[in-house]
């Protein structure tokens, strides 16, 4: 392994430039010809551990394309950034902390030191008291003011403390005890609150706050309409030590707010907002499938964990799968990354994932604060199979964008309903067959198909796909994915020396927000400061609302 020490820029770097000499050689060559000259590719380009099978042979690659990018990672540092975030360093350089969501899921007695002091009893002692609450709220023996057991349980939170929780309930509302009704509320748009809560008993219902920082906007104003919402039908200040719960880092802030902190539930700075659905941010997915599930989720999480970590790169799924979106990014100049989970569980995976990778890899600046000249972060976009198929499976196939896709599919179905999941996984492949292979002129006017009409019913095929198989879906399984992608994340993050971990570019919308709901409400007229096309549109509001 060479690393190349020397900070130059990433598009000076010779196993950078070989790559775009590469991409010359390589560009026109068809997934057709690729797979007619080698009959053994579908089964070669393949990672399997034992729960996970990834096909990438319908990639535009050979084993050359391959061979430079992980050059590129090496020379890039990548296997020693990869220990930097497992020992704790502060890799999240702009904030100034460590990155250690690894430790999140690290088996008990495990030993992983942060400022010399071993992080893992804490991360337990967390996780046995959310257990202990957890199953208080599963068996009825949690009880609201007046008497009654929890039935409702209402997340409150935004971003990584919303879009975990609620895409782990319903990936895993399989398994979740079916007494128990779950709602997730972000939107500070009344709208999502109301609706959540309109059918509910405030007598019945706990409301879990969900915020890291115990200060964003969003939150704290639905949890302040919560508050008012129960306490206008049980009348005592006292009910909101039965109905409430925060999870956050502040203690300070939740007191605040009134709730006790015995009721409070902890993490760390060093945990970042998307990468905590397996932090007590999970409390409501706890409550959900219960602790023992909730274990096994943790234990597929250190499964991919211990594979990035100790996987040469040619075998290690997340910096396999991190290299292929790269190549197509900063090569073919592709725009998004498409993701087809195949599993209606899954809805909200994409959602998820979009703050995942959006949210960590959407920067425009190295770490060392130079302007980058490479593109960073695709965006991720996508939908469950088969429904997409029936809106933009159209434009992937006929369109004029290479947009990568991941196909993400099961083997056992967790609801078999007559032969549907055949159909199901059916369409799922021959989703990337057609996109690898299309349908070419000769096959198509072999059809019979009038000459005119041809051209508009060729597909040109060459568009690249993964392929990931798993058994079933379960706690585990989920673990094991959204690691694989958490750390295909900071695996790109690495190579394009960006910072993964921070989020400035979230702060300015905050702030003029704030400003500018003050001049929406202001009693006297506001003098605005802002553009033109501001102020007109704060005053037509002032005027009209
Ligand atoms: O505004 C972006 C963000 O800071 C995300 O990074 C975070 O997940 C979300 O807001 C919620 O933050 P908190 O958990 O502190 O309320």
Request: net charge negative; with cysteine; hydrophobic share 40%.
């Amino acid at each position: 392994m060479t690393t190349d020490s020397n900070p130059r820029s990433l598009t000076q770097r010779p196993d950078w430039l070989a790559l775009q000499r590469h991409y010359q050689e390589i560009k026109d060559l068809h997934l057709r010809q690729l797979f007619a000259d080698d009959p053994t590719r579908g089964e070669r380009l393949t990672i399997e551990t034992p729960d996970i099978y990834l096909d990438y042979s319908k990639n535009r690659i050979t084993d050359e394309t391959l061979r430079l990018l992980i050059n590129l990672a090496n020379a890039c540092g990548l296997r020693e950034r990869i220990e930097a975030m497992f020992n704790g360093d502060t890799i999240n350089v702009t904030e100034q902390r460590a990155a250690l969501h690894t430790a999140l899921r690290a088996p008990r007695g495990e030993s992983i030191l942060l400022d010399g002091v071993n992080v893992v009893p804490d991360v337990h002692a967390v996780l046995d008291r959310m257990a202990f609450f957890s199953e208080k709220v599963r068996n009825g023996q949690w009880l609201g003011h007046t008497g009654k057991p929890i039935l409702n349980i209402v997340n409150i939170g935004i971003g990584g403390s919303d879009l975990g929780p609620v895409m782990a309930y319903e990936a895993l509302r399989h398994y979740s005890q079916r007494n128990l009704t779950l709602r997730f509320v972000s939107n500070v748009d009344g709208t999502d609150f109301v609706e959540a809560t309109r059918d509910l008993d405030p007598e019945q219902t706990l409301f879990i706050i969900c915020s890291k920082t115990f200060t964003t906007l969003e939150t704290l104003t639905n949890a302040r309409a919560a508050r008012d919402w129960c306490l206008q039908k049980l009348g005592d200040q006292h009910a909101v030590s039965r109905h409430f719960v925060a999870v956050s880092t502040n203690a300070n802030e939740v007191s605040k707010f009134g709730i006790d902190t015995d009721n409070m539930f902890g993490f760390w700075d060093w945990d970042g907002g998307r990468y905590s659905m397996d932090s007590a941010i999970g409390l409501s997915t706890m409550i959900a499938v219960g602790p023992d599930h909730f274990r096994a989720m943790l234990d597929g999480f250190h499964e991919m964990d211990e594979h990035f970590r100790h996987t040469p790169f040619e075998r290690n799924m997340p910096v396999i799968m991190a290299l292929l979106k790269l190549w197509y990014n900063n090569f073919f100049a592709g725009q998004s990354v498409a993701v087809f989970p195949y599993c209606q569980y899954l809805k909200r995976f994409p959602a998820y994932l979009q703050q995942l990778t959006m949210e960590s890899n959407g920067k425009h600046v190295t770490l060392e604060g130079a302007n980058v000249d490479y593109q960073t972060a695709p965006i991720y976009w996508g939908e469950p199979g088969t429904n997409g198929q029936h809106s933009f499976f159209q434009l992937l196939h006929q369109g004029t964008r290479l947009i990568p896709c991941d196909f993400i599919g099961f083997q056992q179905a967790l609801n078999p309903l007559g032969d549907q999941h055949d159909l199901l996984m059916a369409n799922c492949f021959a989703q990337t067959e057609a996109l690898a292979f299309g349908k070419t002129e000769s096959e198509v006017k072999a059809d019979g198909i009038s000459d005119w009409l041809v051209p508009h019913r060729t597909f040109e095929g060459n568009r690249p796909s993964n392929t990931l198989l798993l058994e079933q879906l379960t706690p585990k399984t989920l673990g094991l994915l959204v690691a694989l992608y958490e750390h295909s994340v900071y695996t790109q993050g690495s190579i394009w020396n960006i910072d993964s971990f921070d989020q400035w570019g979230v702060e300015l919308g905050k702030m003029l927000a704030k400003t500018t709901a003050e001049e929406l409400q202001a009693e006297a007229e506001p003098r605005l400061a802002h553009d033109s096309s501001t102020n007109a549109l704060i005053w037509r509001y002032r005027r009209l609302r």
